[in-house]
C-alpha cells in the first residue's frame, strides 16, 4: 500500500486472493468517505510489488504520480488526470531488469527515483541500487553502488524518508537501525556511496 496524503487517499495494489491467485487491481480508501472500493486495474498480476511517489513542479502547480515496480514491468498512474485512467500505464523502460519483490524506493529528485534491495526469487536479499529516470525511462544500476545492511531491508518491513537534502544525505529507516547514504550529484549524474549504519536504542 502507499498513502497519497495531498490527495486524501490510500491505495492497495494486486496481492492474491483467498484461493492464492494473483491479482491485477487496485483499490483505494478515500478519506473523505472513509471507503474503500476498486480504483482501476494494472497491466500484470502481482505481490510484493515497490512502489513509489513522485511529486512532479511546473509553475505553481504539481502534479502526482504513482510508480509500481514488479518482475513484469513498470506502471505508472498519474493522479492529476480527471477521471483517472482505468488502466496504469506501462512504460516502454530502456535496459529493463527484473525488480526485486519487497524493493523500496524513494524520489531522488525532479527526474530520478532510487530503487533499493528486496528479495530476488532466485537467491536471498539483494543489496543493489537501481535508479530509474522516469523522464527518459532509462533504468541503471551501477555496479560499484551496494547497500552494507544488518538486517532484512525489506520494502514491506521498511520506512522510507529524506532528509537534509543541504546536506546530500538519505536516510532509510528500519525498526532498529538507520542506513545513511551519501550521494553527489556531478553534472546531473547521481553518485552514491554507503556511510555508515547507526544503530538506534531505545
Not at 531488469?97 to 524520489?107: A, E, H, K, L, Y
Not at 525498526?175 to 550521494?183: G, N, P, R
Request: hydrophobic share 35%; proline share 2%; charged share 25%.
Amino acid at each position: 500500500m502507499i498513502a497519497i496524503e495531498e490527495r486524501g487517499l490510500v491505495l492497495a495494489l494486486c496481492g492474491q486472493d483467498e484461493s492464492g491467485n494473483l491479482l491485477d487491481t487496485c483499490e483505494a480508501y478515500f478519506e473523505q468517505d472513509k471507503n474503500w472500493r476498486i480504483f482501476n486495474t494494472l497491466n500484470f498480476k502481482g505481490k510484493n510489488l515497490g512502489l513509489c511517489k513522485f511529486v512532479e513542479s511546473k509553475d505553481s502547480e504539481k502534479r502526482y504520480l504513482v510508480y509500481a515496480f514488479g518482475k513484469q514491468g513498470i506502471e505508472r498512474l498519474d493522479l492529476n488526470k480527471k477521471p483517472v485512467d482505468q488502466k496504469w500505464e506501462l512504460l516502454l523502460i530502456k535496459n529493463f531488469s527484473q525488480i526485486n519483490m519487497f524493493c523500496t524506493s524513494v524520489q531522488y529528485d525532479e527526474q530520478l527515483i532510487m530503487i533499493c534491495g528486496g528479495s530476488p526469487e532466485d537467491k536471498g536479499k539483494s543489496r543493489d541500487v537501481v535508479f530509474l529516470n522516469q523522464q527518459q525511462n532509462v533504468l541503471g544500476k551501477d555496479p560499484n553502488i551496494q547497500l552494507s545492511m544488518l538486517d532484512k531491508f525489506s520494502g514491506s518491513q521498511m520506512t522510507q524518508y529524506v532528509i537534509d537534502r543541504s546536506e546530500m544525505k538519505i536516510y532509510f529507516a528500519s525498526d532498529d537501525i538507520v542506513h545513511e547514504l551519501e550521494y553527489t550529484n556531478k553534472g546531473g549524474v547521481p553518485e552514491f556511496k554507503f556511510k555508515q549504519i547507526l544503530q538506534v536504542s531505545v
